[in-house]
């Protein structure tokens, strides 16, 4: 049975990086409650195609979680009120009918607007670029048993390695921390011996990109684990505290 | 090295930690030492020897400092903070789950804190240890400062303000607690809810055992 719902939209429109953008207010009736949000918007926007006016810009791509593409700030989380998924993954199901659905862009310094609900966060990007690979030639796929790594520091790797870089971390704090992105990204090689050559150097040069790129002081509050749509843990963060400290110490 | 205590994010973050760390050994170390004024004028007079001592004289710059370095940190990151945050606020608000209320109103607690040790110091400090670094004319002595605090705390307008005190300091104590080994790294998955646990019951003795203090000056007990 296909249940619809008659939501009311505040969508914010931002014609570019230094306009003034302002929230405006769209009706959609008979929607499915089985629609993604997303797909929602996709209705929103063929709407707007069809009375000519400009359609709303946001970011989207895979559409299965996995890709960090999608954002959207909505009634007060980023990725909207459910738990560990992405605005992709959100469905409509989650709303009541006749709700005032409130849509923000991901707001930080780090993440300046692009248009209407798109950021441009290639911060990330040059995070990544300051130090978050391994750089050693691998040759081919080793044998799976040749490098023994115990079941927990797999476990926890894999953890950290969850992190799909979408940002939701950043637009949680109230800091505009970029912390558990970075630490998760520390994390993921720190644990294992192939990525354990080069932690210092990685995290001393991550943490110091993150501050020139303007992101704020991680204050532990917490609220970037409990909106991560793929959970990783602040214990990743203390991690990253644990492996600067040492670097600097050892200097 | 290169300054990265004020340079770096994590390092100006471990100059908040350890600067936090040791205002609780030094309130720990208050906190012990006033639990002798329940036992009467004599015990606490002892104590207060003790205060007198030059090795304390000593740590009251050392002290200072501490408490400097935590506020001027606190509102330096702060505004560092608040500039991360970008110009516009979420309409919608923030909704997400945090570790705690505390967790999200370090500063506010924080300054709320400052200003009662500014009443704090002007009742007791600048009577006692300030005037004999200025010459020691007017100091209350340690034979004295009995009778000091029993007369401060029988005014149930001060007990009153004193005892808010403590349990906006509770707030403040039961984020920090954990939060100061969360940012030196010694912390995990399985230390953080203990960390936080440990850091809810020091935080609770610390303040019942300062609030039964004004309580039994309040309620008419001491000599």
């Given at each position: 049975?296909?249940?619809?719902?008659?939501?009311?939209?505040?969508?914010?429109?931002?014609?570019?990086?230094?306009?003034?953008?302002?929230?405006?207010?769209?009706?959609?009736?008979?929607?499915?409650?089985?629609?993604?949000?997303?797909?929602?918007?996709?209705?929103?926007?063929?709407?707007?195609?069809?009375?000519?006016?400009?359609?709303?810009?946001?970011?989207?791509?895979?559409?299965?979680?996995?890709?960090?593409?999608?954002?959207?700030?909505?009634?007060?989380?980023?990725?909207?009120?459910?738990?560990?998924?992405?605005?992709?993954?959100?469905?409509?199901?989650?709303?009541?009918?006749?709700?005032?659905?409130?849509?923000?862009?991901?707001?930080?310094?780090?993440?300046?607007?692009?248009?209407?609900?798109?950021?441009?966060?290639?911060?990330?990007?040059?995070?990544?670029?300051?130090?978050?690979?391994?750089?050693?030639?691998?040759?081919?796929?080793?044998?799976?048993?040749?490098?023994?790594?115990?079941?927990?520091?797999?476990?926890?790797?894999?953890?950290?390695?969850?992190?799909?870089?979408?940002?939701?971390?950043?637009?949680?704090?109230?800091?505009?921390?970029?912390?558990?992105?970075?630490?998760?990204?520390?994390?993921?090689?720190?644990?294992?011996?192939?990525?354990?050559?080069?932690?210092?150097?990685?995290?001393?040069?991550?943490?110091?990109?993150?501050?020139?790129?303007?992101?704020?002081?991680?204050?532990?509050?917490?609220?970037?684990?409990?909106?991560?749509?793929?959970?990783?843990?602040?214990?990743?963060?203390?991690?990253?505290?644990?492996?600067?400290?040492?670097?600097?110490?050892?200097? | 090295?290169?300054?990265?205590?004020?340079?770096?994010?994590?390092?100006?973050?471990?100059?908040?930690?350890?600067?936090?760390?040791?205002?609780?050994?030094?309130?720990?170390?208050?906190?012990?030492?006033?639990?002798?004024?329940?036992?009467?004028?004599?015990?606490?007079?002892?104590?207060?020897?003790?205060?007198?001592?030059?090795?304390?004289?000593?740590?009251?710059?050392?002290?200072?400092?501490?408490?400097?370095?935590?506020?001027?940190?606190?509102?330096?990151?702060?505004?560092?903070?608040?500039?991360?945050?970008?110009?516009?606020?979420?309409?919608?608000?923030?909704?997400?789950?945090?570790?705690?209320?505390?967790?999200?109103?370090?500063?506010?607690?924080?300054?709320?804190v400052l200003l009662f040790i500014v009443l704090h110091l002007t009742q007791f400090w600048a009577k006692?240890?300030?005037?004999?670094?200025?010459?020691?004319?007017?100091?209350?002595?340690?034979?004295?400062?009995?009778?000091?605090?029993?007369?401060q705390f029988r005014n149930p307008i001060v007990s009153v303000l004193y005892i808010i005190w403590y349990?906006?300091?509770?707030?403040?104590?039961?984020?920090?607690?954990?939060?100061?080994?969360?940012?030196?790294?010694?912390?995990?998955?399985?230390?953080?809810?203990?960390?936080?646990?440990?850091?809810?019951?020091?935080?609770?003795?610390?303040?019942?055992?300062?609030?039964?203090?004004?309580?039994?000056?309040?309620?008419?007990?001491?000599?």
């Open positions: 049975m296909e249940k619809t719902i008659h939501i009311t939209l505040k969508i914010w429109r931002q014609k570019g990086p230094q306009a003034k953008g302002a929230f405006e207010t769209y009706q959609l009736n008979n929607i499915s409650t089985d629609s993604s949000f997303l797909e929602m918007l996709d209705i929103l926007n063929e709407k707007l195609i069809s009375e000519k006016k400009e359609t709303i810009v946001f970011d989207h791509d895979c559409r299965e979680g996995i890709c960090g593409m999608c954002s959207l700030y909505i009634n007060g989380h980023p990725h909207g009120p459910d738990e560990d998924v992405t605005t992709c993954q959100l469905h409509m199901r989650k709303f009541k009918d006749g709700e005032t659905i409130i849509v923000e862009p991901w707001r930080s310094r780090g993440f300046p607007v692009i248009k209407d609900l798109m950021v441009d966060r290639g911060a990330f990007d040059k995070i990544i670029q300051a130090g978050g690979f391994i750089s050693v030639t691998t040759g081919g796929v080793p044998d799976a048993n040749a490098i023994p790594i115990s079941k927990e520091k797999a476990d926890e790797a894999m953890d950290a390695a969850s992190c799909i870089g979408c940002g939701a971390c950043v637009a949680a704090c109230k800091n505009g921390s970029a912390m558990l992105f970075v630490a998760a990204k520390v994390s993921q090689l720190a644990l294992l011996p192939q990525g354990k050559i080069e932690a210092s150097r990685r995290a001393k040069a991550m943490v110091a990109k993150m501050d020139e790129l303007g992101f704020g002081n991680c204050t532990n509050t917490g609220a970037c684990e409990s909106e991560c749509p793929k959970n990783v843990s602040i214990s990743h963060i203390a991690r990253l505290n644990r492996e600067f400290l040492k670097a600097k110490l050892k200097d | 090295m290169k300054l990265f205590i004020i340079n770096s994010s994590i390092g100006r973050k471990l100059i908040m930690s350890l600067s936090g760390l040791f205002l609780f050994l030094f309130l720990t170390l208050h906190c012990f030492l006033n639990m002798f004024l329940l036992g009467g004028p004599s015990a606490y007079t002892a104590v207060n020897d003790i205060m007198e001592l030059p090795v304390v004289t000593i740590m009251v710059p050392i002290l200072a400092a501490g408490f400097v370095i935590h506020i001027l940190y606190a509102l330096w990151l702060y505004w560092q903070n608040y500039r991360a945050r970008g110009e516009v606020g979420y309409a919608s608000g923030k909704k997400s789950e945090t570790t705690s209320w505390a967790a999200r109103n370090m500063v506010i607690l924080g300054l709320v006692m240890q300030l005037q004999s670094f200025l010459g020691g004319a007017n100091q209350v002595h340690a034979d004295q400062s009995y009778d000091l605090v029993a007369n349990w906006v300091l509770w707030f403040h104590l039961t984020h920090g607690f954990w939060s100061a080994f969360q940012t030196i790294g010694i912390d995990n998955k399985k230390w953080q809810p203990r960390l936080q646990i440990i850091g809810i019951v020091y935080a609770t003795i610390l303040a019942v055992c300062f609030t039964s203090i004004n309580l039994y000056f309040l309620f008419g007990f001491g000599a």
